[in-house]
């Protein structure tokens, strides 16, 4: 018996308690789940819905109900499978396409929303809800009269419906022009009806937002939300409220609950990124933007605080880019133009800057902060008057304001209108005492004038006001530094450090000064110094790093990238340093490790695309390479650089047409740009377009007359000219003037076409012997060995550069061919080693099969040349030495059939005439 019963119990354990209970309907959990809901326990109630139709997957009410549920938590694609299936079960039209439809606008899904039956309603108040959710599902401006006429039908349907008479309220305020009288009076008629009717408060809170009233937009959200509001923006809204009114403590509560219902919700991301801005903590700011910016459209103003945050922190690039994309978005907005505006001064684009602000001011004319940076920008331009007469315009607008008049002051200073300058200065003092901008303007004025007395004297004023700051020292090192007295600028600059020991203006200047007498040492020092108060401080590390390239101390620049990297791993700008060192190092395979994990936004950056393209240039990634550029001439489209190196990308590509087409590009928008003429030149030749040749000649001649590859150029001229004499000179001139490999070669060349073989040998050999490490010049000189027949010295010459770089695939092939009959068994290592790097090069494994077959292993000789001739199935030296391969096997008549064929054709090759002899020795 015991057994039996437990049996049972194992099978209700496996199968599950419903298997075993006594509600094989699951009725008793829809009456639970009815008690739940009644009591608001919407969690339980939905495990007991569930229970429901794990029991009865056909119960239309569980599935209706649990629809709702759905509904109500923001659910809505499990709310509109349920409803579905609750109205196929046969629920209601009238329980279920209410709730359909308010999902279907919660969603967007306008086209279903639109396909609700509305005549298979029977209730009025149904009818209301649809027709009312169909029109607002279709509101727009361009659609703004048919969601009007849906939302008449609702009300004729149900006048006591609230959630048709907020609809008809939000086509009023879509009408209203910022005019809301009539639309709050369609608001209270809805409270009236409905006192907590939460979409009517949230309306309500959203017009007092617009307005300004933010104690009543506060109360109204709250009222809303404690109406059981199902709107989550409403706590978004709210916090925004609370963080303009200061209430952050308030807005983290909001943000806590809207991250309790949607945690991902780019809604948090944004308000978190309000509160860091506040408290001025712009890094993790700008982490919190950068999430809600991916949803830029409805969350615009993440670009703007990007923008401003990024400027902030010195990265001007990147805060270009944002506003960009913030404007494109919002054209008219006031701070975006007002920040990138000031963007294009700060990067020396006074006109564009003046377009950004123009109508702007045409809207606010007075707008103080616009007219400050349309004054610089003008001011840029050389229009001082312009810009004097805008800055006494704020200085009007603004007449307690000290900043102002010290701004007007200066830019009469920078005009020559010293008097006038000065008075506005004194104003600006007299209006802040401690405004010690003042006094170092005043002192910048005598110096600009060159009367150092007078700058003195305004020096020893300031000391009086201030006789314990590091300023005065500051301003006697600048004054002494410009009348040439740099041993007392020293002092001065060292008694500012004494009082501050970590003041950067005095250690710029005691570096820069070091700099100056050589002492790159003790400037090194003082920023190490300068380290222990501003530990990692970005401009420091950039000193350094620029002080130890100076020094060709590569080891110790990387060290300090490095330091900068950890310490600031979001900078692009030392990841753009640190991928040209590798560039420059010839490693740019590692270009992408250095730029490693980047947002969009610095992947877009000018200079991270130029190095990286310029990397995919050194790989020879030409594709790639002209993806990057093209991207690079669209976003700078007057950088000659991107034009000249897409050009390059195009050469690399073999479209000769498209890469003269760039260079082109290239020196129009830089006429003094040589590189891409000389590319052009290059090209010119090829086409032997002797006239345009001339003329970009005579141009370069002018530009750079003894720049090498204009002499090279030249050279190249007179060669195909047949003045091979004069081209002699250019090219032994070019040489002279940048020594190098290439620059050697070509005048080694030229020695050889003119019959001086000794001359051309023994400038290689020098050359050799003074860069031991020169690869390329010993490959050539082996070759110049192999033609003169001193097959050991060209030996010698391919054992040097494999100690240089063991997987030289030249040097490893050739020396291999040249060790075939002396050294067999090293000849057969190098070949070997040869096809293990370029299995695909027919000429390794030609060397490969000749020298298995010296080693008498044919069969694999035989599989080898059979490889190459795969590659190349006609070439003749390929084709004699298989049959020389079939004749030392052993197969003398196939060896001979195979000679014939080949010398049948006539072909030219090296070794005919030893194809020739052999065939007259096979029977």
């Excluded at 800057?353 to 050389?382: C, H, R, V, W, Y």
Aim: aromatic content about 6%; hydrophobic content about 40%; proline content about 3%.
């Amino acid at each position: 018996m015991n057994k039996y019963f437990h049996k049972i119990l194992l099978i209700c354990v496996t199968l599950g308690l419903f298997a075993c209970s006594g509600d094989p309907t699951g009725a008793k959990n829809l009456e639970d789940a009815k008690q739940f809901i009644s009591e608001g326990k919407s969690k339980a109630a939905t495990i007991e819905l569930k229970n429901t139709l794990q029991k009865d997957e056909g119960n239309q009410e569980a599935r209706w109900l649990l629809g709702k549920l759905y509904l109500e938590s923001g659910d809505y694609a499990n709310a509109i499978k349920e409803l579905d299936r609750a109205l196929e079960l046969g629920q209601s039209h009238d329980d279920v396409l209410p709730l359909l439809a308010e999902a279907y606008l919660a969603v967007g899904d306008k086209e279903k929303l639109a396909g609700l039956p509305v005549a298979n309603l029977t209730s009025a108040s149904s009818r209301a809800f649809v027709l009312a959710a169909q029109g607002l599902g279709i509101l727009s401006r361009e659609r703004i009269e048919e969601a009007a006429s849906l939302v008449s039908r609702a009300i004729e349907e149900d006048p006591q419906s609230a959630f048709a008479l907020v609809a008809d309220t939000r086509i009023t305020a879509l009408q209203s022009n910022g005019q809301f009288d009539e639309v709050l009076r369609k608001l209270n008629h809805v409270l009236e009806i409905d006192p907590g009717y939460a979409p009517a408060l949230s309306l309500l809170a959203d017009i007092e937002f617009q307005t300004a009233r933010l104690n009543l937009a506060e109360q109204s959200y709250s009222k809303a939300i404690d109406a059981g509001s199902k709107n989550l923006e409403d706590y978004y809204k709210r916090a925004l409220v609370r963080l303009q009114l200061g209430d952050v403590e308030g807005a983290e509560k909001d943000i806590k609950a809207l991250a309790q219902r949607v945690p991902n919700h780019p809604g948090v991301y944004y308000l978190k990124g309000l509160i860091f801005f506040q408290e001025q903590n712009f890094k993790d700011a700008i982490s919190s933007f950068e999430v809600s910016s991916k949803f830029e459209t409805r969350y615009p103003m993440s670009l703007l605080y990007l923008g401003l945050a990024h400027n902030i922190e010195g990265n001007f690039r990147q805060a270009e880019d944002f506003a960009y994309r913030f404007l494109s978005i919002v054209p008219d907005n006031a701070a975006g133009r007002r920040l990138l505006a000031g963007l294009k001064v700060k990067s020396g684009e006074a006109e564009e800057a003046q377009e950004l602000l123009t109508p702007l001011l045409e809207q606010s004319p007075d707008d103080a902060n616009a007219l400050n940076i349309l004054a610089k920008a003008l001011m840029m331009q050389g229009k001082k008057q312009e810009s004097i007469d805008l800055l006494a315009r704020i200085a009007k607008l603004q007449p307690d304001s000290a900043e102002a008049r010290l701004r007007l002051g200066a830019s009469l200073l920078s005009s020559g209108q010293e008097e006038m300058g000065l008075q506005q200065i004194q104003s600006a003092r007299d209006l802040n005492p401690e405004l010690q901008q003042a006094d170092i303007l005043i002192v910048a004025a005598h110096l600009r004038d060159g009367d150092y007395d007078g700058a003195m004297k305004a020096v020893d004023k300031f000391a009086e006001k201030n006789p314990n700051s590091e300023v005065t020292h500051n301003l006697r090192g600048r004054i002494y530094l410009a009348s040439q007295k740099e041993q007392e600028a020293r002092v001065s600059f060292g008694k500012a450090l004494d009082l501050d020991p970590g003041n950067l203006t005095a250690i710029h200047n005691l570096a820069f000064l070091a700099v100056k007498d050589n002492q790159k040492d003790q400037a090194k020092n003082y920023y190490l110094e300068a380290l222990k108060y501003h530990d990692n401080d970005l401009g420091i590390l950039l000193k350094l790093i620029a002080l130890e390239e100076i020094n060709k101390n590569y080891d110790a620049m990387v060290a300090y990238m490095e330091r900068g990297l950890k310490a600031h791993p979001g900078s692009a700008y030392l990841k753009v340093l640190m991928a040209r060192y590798h560039i420059l190092q010839g490693k740019p395979e590692q270009v992408p490790v250095a730029l490693g994990d980047m947002d969009v936004n610095q992947r877009n950056l000018p200079d991270v695309i130029n190095v990286l393209g310029l990397s995919q240039l050194e790989r020879g990634q030409f594709f790639e390479a002209k993806n990057s550029f093209e991207k690079l001439s669209k976003s700078r489209p007057d950088a000659p650089q991107a034009r000249f190196h897409l050009g390059k990308a195009y050469l690399g590509l073999n479209d000769k047409a498209k890469a003269m087409k760039e260079f082109r590009a290239a020196f129009e928008i830089s006429p003094g740009y040589l590189a891409p003429r000389i590319e052009l030149t290059k090209l010119l030749f090829e086409q032997k377009n002797k006239k345009e040749v001339q003329d970009q000649l005579s141009l370069l001649k002018e530009i750079a007359p003894d720049y090498y590859e204009v002499l090279q150029l030249e050279g190249e001229k007179y060669r195909l000219d047949g003045k091979q004499e004069k081209a002699l000179e250019l090219f032994a001139l070019a040489h002279e003037k940048m020594p190098s490999t290439r620059n050697m070669l070509i005048l080694a060349r030229q020695m050889l076409s003119m019959g001086d073989r000794q001359a051309s040998r023994q400038l290689q050999e020098s050359w050799v012997e003074e860069h031991p490490q020169d690869s390329l010049a010993r490959l050539e000189l082996a070759r110049l060995y192999i033609t003169d027949n001193e097959e050991k010295l060209a030996q010698e010459q391919y054992s040097a550069v494999l100690a240089i770089d063991k997987q030289n695939l030249l040097a490893l092939n050739n020396l291999a061919w040249l060790l075939r009959e002396t050294d067999t068994k090293r000849a057969l290592e190098y070949a070997e080693e040869a096809v293990r790097l370029e299995p695909k090069s027919a000429a390794a494994l030609d060397t490969l099969a000749v020298v298995q077959s010296k080693t008498g292993n044919h069969l694999k000789a035989q599989r080898s040349i059979e490889r190459a001739l795969e590659i190349f199935p006609r070439d003749p030296s390929l084709l004699y030495h298989s049959a020389m391969i079939t004749a030392e096997a052993g197969n003398e008549a196939k060896a001979k059939q195979q000679l014939q064929a080949l010398l049948a054709e006539k072909a030219e090759f090296p070794e005919k005439e030893e194809a020739a002899a052999l065939l007259k020795t096979l029977k």
